[in-house]
């Protein structure tokens, strides 16, 4: 089969690798569509270090069962159209055995650690695909992934009518985080260089947008969201949080990063500063608000590109090219 192919930090190429066999436990997805995302490029530049090389990366996809293992758990089908938890939880450390798997001791994802879905086929867990209504497409199930994390990230903070909150950053997981905090009645202000993406943000009802952060007035805000992951950034967004306030720290940093908040300001003003790791137990939930129209996902549905220009894929990424990018390797098959 075709497939993307991370050879080594900063070498990616697009070859054949051998077609994978479903485990006794798993099933074969043909892939429909897979978006590219902060993570991705993390890994081809070698600043993931859980992963290994060669690698085919792609976490954020959905597809149509192929072959199903002989010990696969429900009634997975072959035709069945389903998006796909990259998780892979070991189930047996102290953090699996408390609930909290995306802390897991043993952590893995399709994608991230075993070869994953920018190919045309990938081999997963039967236990983590999710049944796609026939009303959402193959580009619209590969949000999926994403829209979980963002989910998981809405728990993490909190939410109650009528609250401020800033987020900065509106790419695919900004302006997903923005119509869930809109949905559960707080107002969001959306913060990003991108006057492109701000437009969408303004679209899907912004209360404010801000090209920069320096627009920004300290002290304003019940809670912002960094979606970032860079310390300027993360910096700005505690800063623009009023007294008991709360800071997500949601964007995906290089590990080395540092940032630098006033721990007398934390203490004094009962300030909360958390974080917001993938995906738990959320992406059903996911699934439900893409098939119910809950969240809008045509505004962030701007490019697919085929497989063989994955390197091109990745580039439109970098450039913030649209909001999210995605590779259908059988063209036929986006709004399937």
């Known amino acids: 089969m075709r497939a993307a192919i991370i050879n080594e930090p900063g070498s990616v ?3 054949d690798r051998p077609a994978p066999a479903p485990a006794p436990d798993g099933v074969v997805v043909r892939v429909g569509a897979c978006g590219i995302c902060g993570t991705d490029l993390h890994i081809a530049d070698g600043e993931f270090p859980p992963s290994p090389y060669p690698l085919v990366p792609g976490h954020e996809f959905a597809g149509t069962v192929d072959s199903v293992g002989d010990r696969a758990p429900g ?11 990259p998780s892979l939880f070991c189930g047996h450390c102290e953090y699996c055995r408390a609930g909290r798997g995306n802390l897991c001791a043993n952590w893995g994802a399709t994608g991230d650690t075993v ?6 086929y990938v081999a997963v867990p039967a236990a983590n695909c999710y049944r796609l209504p026939a009303s959402v497409s193959m580009r619209e199930g590969a949000l999926v992934e994403p829209l979980s994390c963002a989910v998981h990230g809405m728990r993490r903070i909190g ?9 900065v950053g509106a790419g695919t997981m900004g302006l997903f985080l923005q119509q869930l905090l809109q949905n559960s009645g707080a107002h969001v202000t ?7 993406r701000l437009s969408i943000a303004a679209d899907l009802g912004a209360a404010a947008t801000a090209a920069d952060t320096a627009e920004i007035t300290p002290g304003t805000y019940d809670a912002a969201v960094d979606v970032t992951g860079a310390p300027p950034a993360i910096e700005a ?17 290089d590990e080395d990063s540092r940032i630098s908040l006033s721990p007398f300001r934390i203490y004094n003003e009962e300030i909360t500063v958390v974080g917001s790791m993938a995906v738990l137990h959320s992406f059903g939930a996911a699934v439900d608000l893409i098939a119910s129209g809950t969240v809008e996902t045509a505004p962030l549905l701007t490019d697919a590109v085929p497989l063989e220009k994955f390197p091109e894929a990745l580039a439109m990424m970098r450039a913030g090219t649209g909001v999210k990018v995605q590779v259908v390797p059988d ?5 399937s």
């Open 13 to 15: 190429s697009v070859g």
């Open 75 to 85: 009634d997975l089908r072959p035709g069945d159209r389903v998006a796909v938890d």
């Open 115 to 120: 070869d994953g879905a920018f190919a045309e």
């Open 159 to 167: 939410v109650e009518a009528g609250e401020s909150f800033l987020v």
């Open 190 to 196: 959306v913060v990003d260089r991108n006057r492109d």
């Open 237 to 253: 967004a505690f800063d623009a949080v009023r007294k008991g306030g709360r800071l997500l720290v949601f964007g995906v940093a």
């Open 331 to 335: 063209p036929a098959d986006a709004d």
